[in-house]
């Protein structure tokens, strides 16, 4: 797969200081837009990819892109990162106490030596997200960007969806957002919550049987229960022709309206990376 390089002809870096920079690092690869603020629209967007088995070895890939991209030269206004790991968990707010977070993260993952756990509120959720990172992986980036927090890729996925439902209070909606080996499934009732999780897959099936069980424990219904895909899976897949044959309402994610996008992104697919276009301001 090759590397991505979308650039509007409206970028300036030496306007940089009315830009923000949205990151997502995954074993995937590391992934970056950038958005004019005044104008409400992204001009860049590129991806470099990675085809990673383990975690600790990010640092040196997301170096190298930092060494090599001239566009981390600029001074931005503002930064968000995401990172994407399937150790993670969520804690009700209600719940929550200080101090606790590796005993909330442990209890149901393997602990490794050499990471940081972090953690982040998802407001709307009203829950909090608790994940690990390579503790050298995180100290890199927050040198790099003292005053940013970095953040579990769900968050935008499950942010922004609750923020658009706000509107339709008993739609029952499932939106699965897809890794290389991985898919992050969230399932939402209108404005709330239902259910939130990451899974390995290695074929279609999996992936098919794990969200048709979703369905089934949940008492979805596969008539009236929107399936809304993200993330890197193509439009000829052959897992979007097997959702069709199960759930009715199948169909792929779209970008946000209320933002503008480079007539450049259009040689993309909407759905690929509307995660990341989806972070800047969806609290």
Known sequence: MRDI???DKTFDSTQNNTYHLSVQISLDGFYFSILDIPKGKYVVLKGHHFFLKRARLLLKHVREVFE??????????????????RKFT?????FYSRGSLDKY??????QDRGYTVLKNLFP???CLCIFDIPQNLNEFLLAKFPKTEIKHSLYPLVESVLKRNRAFPVKDQVHLNFFRESFE?????????SCCNIFNYKTERDILYHVLFTFDQLKLSPESTELILHGQLPQVSPVYHLFKKYVKMTSFAK???TFQYSYTFSLLPEHYYSSLLSIYKCE
């Open 255 to 257: 970008l946000d309206n």
């Open 68 to 85: 090599t991209d001239e566009m981390f030269s600029c001074n931005f206004k503002s930064v968000e990162i995401l990172y994407a790991t």
């Open 105 to 110: 993260l442990w209890f149901n993952n393997i």
């Open 90 to 94: 969520l804690v009700p707010q209600a």
């Open 5 to 7: 390089c979308f650039i």
């Open 185 to 193: 499934i969230v399932v939402v009732n209108g404005p709330k919550l």
């Open 124 to 126: 709307k959720a009203a």
